[in-house]
């Protein structure tokens, strides 16, 4: 027997050596590639490595058996290119891992269920309006279509202009942080205005009560657009990296966020809000001892 992940010849090439998608994670391009050639996924490793000891898989031996340059597999494979270290997350900086549009699957008649690594930015197929961002699903499972939702399509044009604007990295992380903060708010039925036509239109009735349960499904969705609208103050470097705050900072942060996302926003009467902590985070807590004075005007 060989010892490990060691073996003397290639393996022999698979009979359907289904292609991956662009960016694939590697555990999701084996299952399909197994399911094609009617192997287990166990089998299909054993054929890979000569062994059936947990060993990772080569790009030598994949390459072997699809009958692909390991150039083009590691193109399209991000955790199998040179220097990715295994189990890295995500494996590429400033990504998600997705599954990908029911629709592009179907094009391909691949597994609808695959999964690819793509930018934070990306949430609808660039192909098809099909909602690819943090789960959500219809009652039976599906993907939602978006295509009657023009708040949401929008709203994703200006996430890749943020993304653009700031760097994929800052966009990511202001991204994360405002849909916190908006995951929140959905919560407790906080600046639902915007959120209501779309719960409507999700749900097919107008909802009995703005605020969304802990974990609700939709949440992600019916707060995309005001998440996007808020990662772009939270972006902006004068709030995020700020050098000598002033005493009016405060009053300017709060036109900032009235003009992007359109609500009145008074931290002042809500001194747990989740946004005036990301303000003290970033301004220190000198910033505490100013709001109380505020005014209600803008
Ligand atoms: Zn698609």
Known sequence: MFPFSSRLAPPSRLPRPIPPFPGETTKSYLYRLAVANQLHPDDLHAHLTGTRHHVPITLDGL??????????????????????????YPALPAHARRTICRRCAAHRGAFRFATIWRPVEVNICPSHPIWLGPPVRTHNGDQY????????LHAQRRHYRLARRHGRQTAAEA?????????????????HERRIPLIQALRGHRPFTSRLRSGDPITPLVTYPESVDLSRV?????WRHPTVPTCDDLQQFRRDIHHHLG???????????????????HHGPHATQRFDNLPHDR
Not at 145 to 152: A, H, M, N
Not at 234 to 238: S, T, W
Not at 273 to 281: A, E, G, I, R, V
């Open 234 to 238: 939270l972006a902006m470097p004068h």
């Open 263 to 281: 609500i009145r926003y008074y931290p002042q009467d809500s001194p747990y809000d989740p946004l005036f902590h990301w303000y003290q985070k």
């Open 63 to 88: 390459a072997a058996a699809t009958g692909r340059s390991p150039h083009s597999l590691s193109h399209a494979l991000p955790e199998l290119r040179p220097g990715a270290t295994p189990g890295t």
């Open 175 to 191: 991204f994360t942080e405002a849909t916190h903060i908006t995951t929140l708010w959905a919560r407790h039925g906080f600046h």
């Open 145 to 152: 279509d978006v295509g009657d939702l023009p708040e949401i």
